[in-house]
């Protein structure tokens, strides 16, 4: 019996795995507005009964989609930040290879994300995922790059500033990667950013 109840658990988990990537699939393809249960049901190959049972309504699924993919970044920057073994110049390289890892910075993945982030003044729920996820990123880099500055340069540098930059550029470049991937791969990103952080920091070697 208790088999028979995890096994039937583990088919509902895997379920509702579908419809969120379904959902992502949807609205990379779609955008937000064409997005609907019905489609998602048909994409994921879950009944609409089942997604309706499981979300209630198409906006909860959008949340909840938002919300797995948020968790699905921090997870693999926290991991970074949290290793005390790793020294800062270590942790900021292998935090610009993870904001620019296929992995993360998909076109797919991408596109969900600016179309979430183009509605988050109409949707209080949209705004309070990402701006929380934002601003934890924001305080752990910005550590790290104190770090940085107080084991590697005389320079009036301020931590804060070069945080805010980074973020933006990497927004910038993640719209160039959806929008002119022939000029702006992965690979190619990585290297302006690296760039970057050497005119910062022209005496740190990187371990790539």
């Not at 089942?50 to 979300?55: G, L, Q, T």
């Not at 890892?101 to 076109?107: E, M, N, Q, V, Y």
């Not at 719209?175 to 952080?197: A, G, M, P, T, V």
Request: with cysteine.
């Amino acid at each position: 019996m208790i088999k028979a109840l995890k096994s039937e658990n583990e088919k509902l988990s895997a379920n509702h795995q579908k419809l969120i990537d379904a959902t992502i699939e949807s609205i990379a393809q779609r955008g937000l507005g064409e997005t609907t249960i019905s489609h998602v049901s048909s994409l994921a190959g879950v009944s609409q009964g089942y997604a309706h049972f499981r979300f209630k309504s198409k906006e909860n699924l959008l949340i909840s989609s938002l919300q797995y993919l948020s968790n699905e970044y921090m997870e693999s920057w926290s991991k970074i930040f949290e290793d005390k073994k790793l020294a800062p110049i270590d942790q900021l390289s292998k935090i610009i290879e993870n904001d620019f890892h296929p992995r993360i910075a998909s076109r797919k993945k991408i596109a969900v994300w600016f179309s979430f982030y183009s509605e988050v003044k109409f949707i209080p729920a949209y705004q309070s995922i990402c701006q929380d996820q934002d601003q934890i990123y924001f305080e752990q880099f910005k550590r790290v790059l104190s770090d940085l500055i107080k084991n590697n340069t005389t320079e009036n540098l301020d931590a804060g500033e070069i945080s805010e930059t980074y973020l933006a550029l990497v927004d910038g470049l993640w719209q160039k990667i959806l929008f002119d991937r022939k000029n702006y791969s992965n690979e190619f990103c990585k290297k302006l950013i690296y760039k970057y952080f050497k005119s910062i920091f022209p005496n740190l070697i990187f371990k790539k």
